[in-house]
């Protein structure tokens, strides 16, 4: 298997280059030396024309700027593909020039985390890993049992014991190994890289495995590429651990480097109050490297996090770019949830509605306005959790007619409603 593309990994605090392999973190730098995979352009083959005749329609339709080889197996899930929706109404209604909506939940595990995943599961493979793990808000474990359910790979999990039931209800039909952790997400983060540790396990951790950001990278691939390379001026991504924001710079400059597009989109990264971290950082200038952790509280469970793992990359994806990190607090997430729904069908969890309540604090701040074209990462799907669902709905005041099973009695119901 040949992987000439890949030039080498690159440490994203000194800079130090490994050659690309079985490798998690730099040497000299420990969990913070978050490795950063460097591609040889020039012996990179991806073109606008040889996409558009390329009938794959996975994730793997980018594999000639993955770190994976061109004859490497992968799992049969489709992941990847998911489709991005022009929404008009919500587009007026936030005050933007365009709005798309780029739906994550219709991955086959209900989150846009299975774009990391199924990386993770090619390279466990490479390495001949004989089991897999993870720890996780719930997302990312049941992405990675499920990717790993489709080629029958051994792996454990760890998620908070909080962790919505449909997320743990997911690992358990997966048949993996699971393990509730009793305490936060970052006590099963370190739970479990001290098991990976020990046991030897093939370690998928996010801010930590160096091949996560290059799957999750596709989704601003794809995005690109479904509106025919002409980038957006702004893309929303809610954030917890800064990964999937990392990624999407990655997939933003590959494109460019590639010259698939001619611009790279400031990109904005929301976090709900609660768990704001890199909005705090953001606004006073602190190094993330030397930031004390935070203590994260929020509904929006995905994007919980202490200490966001891929805070460096996460970081240079705003700065970089010339967008911001913007704050949401927890009512406006859970509002989200029904004005997306409703404004463009797309069911959200409170962590993808999240991305739009930042579109409209943006607009609110002067940030985007009516001559911007804007995209909205929908990262997973409402199914998710169903509790907060029911609390946004609540919230907005939205509520069921209970009726006898009678006509008369249903037609005075509605009449109460005003629906005739
Ligand atoms: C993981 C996740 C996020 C945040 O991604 P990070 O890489 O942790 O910043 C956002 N939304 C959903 C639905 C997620 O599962
Ligand atoms: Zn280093």
């Known amino acids: 298997m040949s992987l000439d593309h890949v030039l080498n990994l690159t440490c994203v605090v000194c800079g130090r280059e490994y050659p690309a392999g079985d490798i ?17 352009y020039e012996r990179i083959e991806m073109s606008r024309s040889s996409l558009a005749a390329d009938g794959d329609v996975t994730m793997w339709r980018y594999r000639a700027v993955m770190p994976v080889a061109a004859d490497a197996p992968v799992p049969p899930l489709t992941v990847g593909g998911t489709p991005t929706y022009d929404a008009p109404r919500l587009a007026e209604q936030a005050g933007v020039g365009r709005l798309w909506v780029k739906d994550e ?38 992405a990675l049992s499920g990717l790993c359910a489709s080629v029958g790979q051994p792996n454990v999990i760890f998620v908070p014991e909080s962790a919505p039931e449909a ?51 596709t989704a601003m691939l794809e995005l690109f590429e479904q509106l025919d390379w002409e980038s957006p001026d702004a893309v929303f991504v809610s954030v917890g651990d800064g990964s999937i924001i990392g990624g999407l710079h990655k997939g933003a400059k590959d494109a460019l480097a590639l010259g698939l ?15 704001d971290f890199m909005v705090q950082a953001f606004e006073s200038g602190e190094d993330v490297l030397d930031k004390a952790p935070i203590a994260a509280e929020t509904i929006a469970d995905s994007i919980s996090a202490d200490l966001p793992r891929d805070r460096i990359k996460a970081m240079a994806a705003v700065t970089e770019t010339g967008g911001a990190y913007i704050r949401i607090p927890d009512e406006v997430i859970l509002e989200a949830i029904p004005t997306l729904a409703r404004g463009s069908g797309v069911f959200a969890e409170p962590a993808g509605a999240t991305a739009y309540a930042g579109v409209v604090a943006a607009v609110a701040r002067g940030l985007v306005g009516p001559s911007d074209r804007v995209a909205v990462l929908s990262t997973g799907s409402g199914l998710k959790d169903v509790t907060a669902a029911m609390q946004a709905v609540t ?7 209970h009726v006898p099973p009678d006509l008369p009695a249903l037609d005075a119901a509605l009449g109460e409603k005003g629906i005739r």
């Open 395 to 401: 919230s907005v005041g939205t509520t069921p007619i």
């Open 261 to 275: 597009i001619e611009s790279i989109p400031r990109i904005y990264g929301i976090q709900a109050a609660g768990s």
């Open 105 to 142: 939940g219709r991955q086959p595990t209900a989150s846009l985390k299975d774009r990391a995943s199924a990386m993770a599961v090619v390279k466990a493979q490479e390495f001949g890993a004989a089991v897999v793990t993870t720890a996780s808000t719930g997302n990312a474990a049941a």
């Open 167 to 217: 997320k743990v209800a997911q690992l358990l039909a997966y048949g993996s190994t699971v393990v509730l952790v009793q305490g936060n997400y970052s006590d099963a983060f370190d739970l479990c890289m001290a098991a990976a540790e020990s046991h030897g396990w093939y370690n998928r951790n996010t801010g930590f495995n160096p091949y996560m950001t290059e799957g999750k990278k």
């Open 24 to 40: 998690y973190v730099c040497t000299e730098h420990g969990n913070e030396g978050i490795l950063d995979v460097r591609y040889d």
